[in-house]
């Protein structure tokens, strides 16, 4: 398609370049146009939620928020849609048009992270999960309240127009940012089901712009994995999203890269230490943090980000209210980057085929704080002690929402085959968990590391099995 530079602006960035828009001045009378969406304030807000919850903490340069980031996925949602959309029409003729396809692809990616909180999921954790509520559900409600009539009044994007029996459906998008359940719905057609593997399958829309987008901000890399190696040889099949032969070492070096960014940044020791003080904050000042349940607090849900909590945060020291004053006092230390926990020993447990996880101390902190401290001399028991066990997961196990939708083409056998068919894949570790014990101080990180070690190398699983 030509460009109509009358429809098109254009965005800079750092990791995809020019991203094109539609503009205002290019949608016709009663059209929403993609700036529309782009300027709305649910997006807007996202320009004050960092994309690293705590690690900007430590990599200063990785200020980068999730406005950036979902601009970035709304672009890679039409330039894979764009390459992939033949294979779509070909594994599903109901397929809805190229112009409809690419426009719900790129609302989605641009709406992905609209539920997002202040510290992005780490408030899903610790503040949403008590109503049963995630970024996604969360989003997903806002789409259905906030955004659904604009959303249905958007015709067209940079590559393409809907056609005019064709309209979006705001549900369609809700579908694609929400991870599948362990039965998938019956009702959905194939080629919105084949179409949301671009978003909760091993290599998204979502997860490779952010390792682009993390690695170059953080300093990592310029440049972490091969992005047009892993597009040019990607397309959809009935079965799934699938990868010819030839780009199964593009796609093995992006779940490698992906797993060192949660190594060396996400997981990083003084990152997660932060964290340890940072879930107590939230635990002690829930209750004063928002009013309740957002979903019934919409408005005021759209006013909270990073910004407004640390500002609100910082000044609770000077309330005559005195819980909320001592709870300002600490937020106000944390705020200073006064870490009071300190790492003084960590091992790195990979579990593969034949390994339970779940069996495993390590798959909850407080099986795991127990086992240690069981391993420590008498007197050391019941010094104060914070364990940490982060799980990465490499590739999905049989389990895992994001199994079952993607797949390998064998170009010796014309067949498509689950990706375990190569040694290549095989290799790579289901899960891995960094373990690591925190203190107050390092005094006595020679009996801890003594006492991780007995555990490693002795009865973890024993440890479950005989509870």
């Known amino acids: 398609m030509q460009p109509n530079y009358d429809w098109e602006s254009l965005s800079h960035d750092p990791i995809h370049g020019y991203i094109p828009f539609v503009s205002r001045r290019g949608a016709a009378p009663g059209e929403i146009s993609e700036q529309d969406i782009i300027d709305h304030p649910w997006v807007q807000r996202l320009r004050q939620i960092h994309q690293l919850q705590t690690a900007w903490w430590v ?125 998938e719905e019956p009702s959905s057609p194939l080629w919105l089901r084949l179409l949301r593997s671009l978003f909760s399958g091993i290599y998204t829309v979502d997860n490779m712009d952010f390792v682009l987008r993390d690695a170059y901000m953080s300093g990592y890399s310029q440049r972490a994995f091969d992005l047009d190696r892993l597009i040019h040889y990607s397309f959809f099949t009935p079965q799934g999203l699938t990868i010819h032969e030839r780009g199964l070492p593009a796609l093995v070096r992006f779940i490698t890269v992906r797993a060192e960014l949660f190594r060396s940044i996400y997981f990083h020791r003084t990152v ?93 902190e407080k099986l795991f704080e127990e086992a240690i401290r069981r391993r420590l001399p008498p007197g050391l028991r019941e010094i104060p002690l914070r364990c940490d066990p982060p799980r990465h997961v490499h590739r999905p196990g049989t389990r895992a929402p994001a199994a079952g939708q993607n797949y390998l083409y064998d170009p010796a056998t014309k067949s498509v085959r689950t990706l375990d068919a190569r040694e290549l894949y095989r290799q790579i570790p289901f899960s891995y968990r960094i373990c690591r014990v925190y203190a107050l101080d390092t005094q006595h990180a020679n009996e801890i590391a003594a006492a991780m070690d007995a555990l490693l190398n002795g009865d973890a699983v024993d440890d479950v099995t005989n509870m």
């Open 272 to 364: 997660r230490s932060i964290d340890l003080s940072l879930q107590d904050l939230f635990r002690d000042s829930a209750d004063y943090l928002f009013p309740g349940n957002p979903l019934d607090h919409l408005d005021q849900y759209r006013r909270f980000t990073d910004w407004s909590l640390l500002v609100d945060v910082e000044r609770w020291a000077d309330s005559p209210d005195e819980r909320l004053a001592t709870l300002g006092v600490r937020w106000r230390e944390w705020l200073g980057r006064k870490i009071l926990w300190k790492m003084v020993c960590e091992r790195t447990v990979f579990f593969g085929p034949g390994k339970s996880e779940e069996m495993s101390v390590f798959s909850d």
């Open 59 to 183: 990599f200063p340069s990785a200020t980068h928020t999730r406005f950036q980031h979902v601009l970035g996925v709304m672009h890679l949602a039409g330039r894979v849609t764009q390459h992939l959309y033949p294979s779509l029409q070909a594994s599903d003729p109901d397929t809805p048009s190229f112009g409809y396809v690419t426009t719900l692809m790129r609302l989605a990616g641009l709406l992905h992270d609209v539920g997002h909180g202040p510290f992005g999921h780490f408030f899903d954790q610790f503040y949403l999960a008590r109503y049963g509520l995630n970024h996604e559900r969360l989003g997903s409600e806002i789409i259905r309240r906030e955004l659904a009539p604009l959303l249905r009044r958007v015709r067209r994007n940079p590559l393409g127009e809907l056609r005019p029996d064709e309209e979006i459906d705001p549900e369609q998008i809700c579908f694609l940012i929400t991870r599948p359940k362990t039965s």
